[in-house]
């Protein structure tokens, strides 16, 4: 009897009572719940709480942190393994689990294994204090003496209680990126993917937001947001197959890409951002653009960024050291503060004069610029400007002297013959290939030893991997090539911000095809899209806002009509769209007339003065969405204090008797006074021109704007008195 009694003490000595885990940001809690020899569960997302037992009590929702393939139900699992005596189930229990206290967050680390194996998942959750955001990700090592493969391998799993749930995602193809598509949750599977290899953004994005009461709603109703921080393909799946809970699985996506695992190696998932806001849609986006600006998820994300021009649509390939002087003496006129030489300088044995050739040969072609590069910054310097210039490093064609050199460089097994992409000759550089990555990394390297004072890149990318295979990667790791990509590419993105960290970079590929938070960590900013249409922008940027914050959004003024639409717009319009984000130009100053300059010197004045730290740094209201069908947009960006604000609204649209709304406001403190001046008029009033009016007021009764015709817009500074 003693020795029973012993026993039974021991035993509660041992095992360990369930333990709450509150992952927690200011506004939001992720409740766990760990227990010895269980599966780890994740019980709660939602506002904070402290108090796990009424979640217990309210509720049913009981789901695994991390469900494995093999042991658990019958729903799509977040991992799928094969061990190397073939068993592909999976069971595993928690074991452990540590909180860190960082900088500004707590990361939160559950170590799992596997009841049979020495394999093991760490579950981790990083919970920002500055931010509503969580991220959520795994670390799957493998302990057993003989390889694992991984067939499925997810960042997370998030369970949401069913409901009238509506779920909105962005698609789109060049020149019409971004696409806001909304519907309501449905029994069975929904799915967004990409498979491109290289521009995850490009047809459907890794972001999508959950709307928990209804039809999705700008700033009000519980919503939820997963964004994937990652730039290869991807998938994010929701299972729904029961009435009770949708299942949300998010990661790389697992077609072709098995990855194997050595005794002792590791597998790091990309992080899972969660966001989750009671004020709709623009409360989960105000919360991305905060963790990213204050978190470096956008590299130098509190940084205001200058003004520039870009010679792409002004001159194409037909690059010339005199009209790149010309160019730059328009930028110095019209008041903006970066020029930037694009596409077609460059080329020795090819010449760029077409955009067939030359990728990967990035030495000046001295027949266009007989003085070089240097001549060329020099230039700016003079001018008071700063400098910048376009490569695509990741690229060759097979007209190069890097490919006759390193034909075994390129993305293709080496069994097949490579089938070319843009101008039938373009093909990708292999990233998994360490020699790639310093060649890659050179390509920068060499531009800043030649012209040290390079203050601006543009990183483009134009092709997709269409010829899977590797020169490099072993037999038994083809299928590492997806993933591999885009660990080299960030290790040389890496290696790039170590050694020139104020070095501004933007992200380009075939326009916004790399808007991703895999990537931004590296880049300053990214090129919205190729489409320069202001029409057309209002919709892909309004999409693109949804997860990413505005002074990481480059938005350019083009030339009307526009090359892409062939649309004729105003200068002001197109001023004011452009204004809404990091403002630019895309086009020869010399091709406005003395009443256009002298316009667009006064905008460029106006944003850099007044305009440019309230829409880069301030707290962005979508109000009036351009997908409503009313002809109609309005925005307002206020800073943190809600002491200053710049509204926009748009027109778009015309008929006989075409319906006006009234313009609400939002984001503004209810109870303070705010004078109201419209800017950038070309001499227009309105009737409320210098009135005074309350937070509460504008918010809740709003103004009349008398936008009068097709693309008139209006632009209004609030400030508290």
């Known amino acids: 009897m003693r020795t029973r009694l012993t026993l039974i003490a021991l ?12 992952v927690s940001t200011p506004q939001t809690t992720l409740l766990l719940k760990a227990e010895e020899g269980k599966p780890l569960h994740v019980s709660y997302y939602g506002e904070r709480i402290s108090d796990a037992e009424q979640v217990y009590r309210a509720f049913s929702l009981w789901n695994e942190a991390y469900p494995a393939f093999g042991t658990s139900d019958t729903f799509v699992p977040a991992l ?56 959520a990700w795994s670390v799957i090592r493998n302990g057993e003496k003989k390889p694992v493969t991984l067939l499925k391998y997810a960042s997370a799993f998030l369970p949401v209680r069913q409901g009238d749930v509506w779920v909105s ?95 002792g190696e590791s597998f790091t998932t990309p992080e899972l951002a969660l966001a989750y806001s009671d004020e709709g849609m623009g409360g989960v986006s105000r919360s991305y653009h905060r963790w990213a600006r204050l978190n470096d998820k956008v590299h130098n994300g509190t940084g205001l960024r200058k003004t520039l021009l870009n010679s792409w ?50 030495v000046t072609d001295r027949d266009k610029l007989p003085n070089g590069v240097p001549a060329l910054e020099k230039a700016c310097t003079e001018r008071g400007l700063k400098w910048g210039i376009w490569i695509e490093p990741e690229m060759t064609n097979t007209k190069s002297e890097l490919y006759e050199k390193h034909p075994d460089w390129v993305v293709c097994h080496p069994s097949r013959e490579p089938r070319p992409g843009r101008g039938g000759t373009q093909l990708c550089l ?9 060649f890659v990394f050179g390509v920068v390297d060499n531009i800043m030893k030649e012209t040290p004072n390079t203050y601006y890149i543009k990183w483009d990318d134009n092709y997709q991997i269409n010829n899977f295979g590797s020169h490099y990667l072993t037999a038994d790791k083809q299928s590492h090539l997806y993933v591999d990509f885009h660990l080299g590419l960030v290790k040389t993105l890496k290696r790039v911000r170590e050694k020139y960290p104020n070095l501004v970079i933007q992200c380009c590929a075939s326009g916004g095809g790399r808007v991703n938070y895999g990537l931004m960590p590296y880049f300053d900013e990214f090129w919205v899209s190729d489409n320069t249409d202001a029409k057309q922008r209002l919709f892909i940027q309004w999409g693109t806002s949804m997860y990413f914050p505005v002074n990481a959004m480059a938005q350019h003024v083009s030339a009307s009509p526009n090359h892409q639409t062939g649309r004729r717009i105003p200068l002001k319009f197109r001023f004011d769209v452009a204004m809404s984000g990091r403002l630019g130009m895309e086009m020869k100053p010399s091709d406005l007339s003395a009443e256009e300059m002298k316009f667009a010197q006064g905008a460029f004045k106006l944003y850099k003065e007044t305009i440019r730290p309230l829409v880069q740094l301030g707290d962005q209201y979508r109000i009036i969405s351009p997908y409503e069908g009313k002809g109609f947009a309005s925005q307002l960006f206020a800073n943190e ?81």
């Open 430 to 438: 292999d990233m998994s290939n360490p020699e790639v990555q310093d």
């Open 11 to 22: 035993l509660a000595t041992t095992l360990l009572p369930a333990k709450d885990i509150f």
């Open 313 to 362: 649509e002004g001159v194409y390939l037909n690059i010339t050291e005199e009209g790149m002087f010309k160019m730059m003496d328009g930028v110095k006129e019209v008041g903006a503060e970066l020029f930037v030489m694009d596409d077609g300088w460059f080329g020795g044995k090819y010449k760029r004069s077409v955009d067939d050739c030359a990728l990967g040969d990035w």
């Open 80 to 135: 799928s393994v094969r061990h190397a005596d073939g068993n592909m189930s999976t069971e595993l229990v928690y074991q452990s689990d540590t909180e860190v206290k960082e900088a500004n967050s707590t990361l939160y680390t559950v170590t799992m294994k596997d009841k049979l194996y020495d394999f093991y998942v760490d579950v981790c959750y990083r919970a920002y204090q500055n931010a509503d955001v969580i991220e």
């Open 169 to 263: 995602h962005e698609h789109g193809d060049w020149g019409a990126e971004a696409e806001v598509s909304e519907q309501p949750l449905m029994p069975g599977i929904f799915e967004v993917h990409d498979v491109t290899g290289t521009k995850n953004a490009y047809k459907n994005r890794p972001n999508i937001m959950l709307s928990l009461d209804g039809k999705p709603k700008e700033n009000s109703g519980r919503t939820i947001g997963a964004v994937l921080c990652w730039s290869g393909n991807f998938r994010i799946t929701i299972d729904t197959n029961d009435k009770k809970v949708h299942h949300l699985l998010a990661g790389i996506d697992d077609t072709n890409s098995q990855y194997t695992l050595a005794k």
């Open 641 to 721: 204090q809600k002491t200053k604000a710049v509204f926009f609204a748009y027109r778009f649209e015309t008929a006989v008797n075409f319906p006006r709304p009234r313009f609400y406001f939002a984001g503004l403190n209810p109870d303070a006074k705010y004078r109201l001046n419209q800017v950038n008029a070309n001499g227009r009033r309105d009737h409320w021109e210098g009135a005074t009016m309350t937070g509460k007021f504008l918010m809740q009764q709003g103004v009349e704007i008398n936008l009068n015709g097709e693309y008139d817009s209006c632009v209004i500074l609030l400030e508290q008195v």
